[in-house]
């Protein structure tokens, strides 16, 4: 449980701009270093917990529940919160403040690049584990829908988890 904890506390020290850039390093810890999950349970839980609010912390819990229970998805789910709730207790009262000062600008400038290329390392990771020729259409035709139509996104998400059930 103790593990558990200071995992997600950690985690959720790093959790900046939004949880897309963490899939590399979740994948690595929660499949690779701590074997909480498989590689198709951790794939799993990332594209269920796109169904719902904060969905890459809502992974968290899925793994809490998975490794220690009820309680395992407790401890997850504060300690991947806790660092963002103090930080912005402690630093939003200053935040308009803290915005013209022109370190901290220049330097959330240039985490946005770093940011772009985890996002495609993520990606890259998660398209690795595609084997079929049915799940690399299913992804080229998600893709396709997303880019130029105005399907709504939770529609695909069901819809290419029925067409996977199915297949």
Sequence with gaps: MLTLAWTYL???LI???GGYVLIPLLQHLLVDQYRWLTLREFLDGVAISQLTPGPLAMLATFTGVRVAGFGGGLVATIC???????????VGKYYNRLKEI???RVT?????????????SAAWSLGTTLGS???WLL???AFCLFRWTSVNPMLMILGSGLIGMLL
């Design 15 to 17: 959790f900046f701009g």
């Design 133 to 135: 020729l049915h799940e």
């Design 80 to 90: 991947i919160f806790l660092p963002c709730v103090v930080l912005m207790l402690l």
């Design 102 to 104: 022109d370190l901290i």
């Design 139 to 141: 992804l080229i035709a």
């Design 10 to 12: 950690k985690i959720g």
């Design 108 to 120: 959330l400038d240039g985490v946005l690049p770093a940011v772009v290329g985890l996002v495609a």
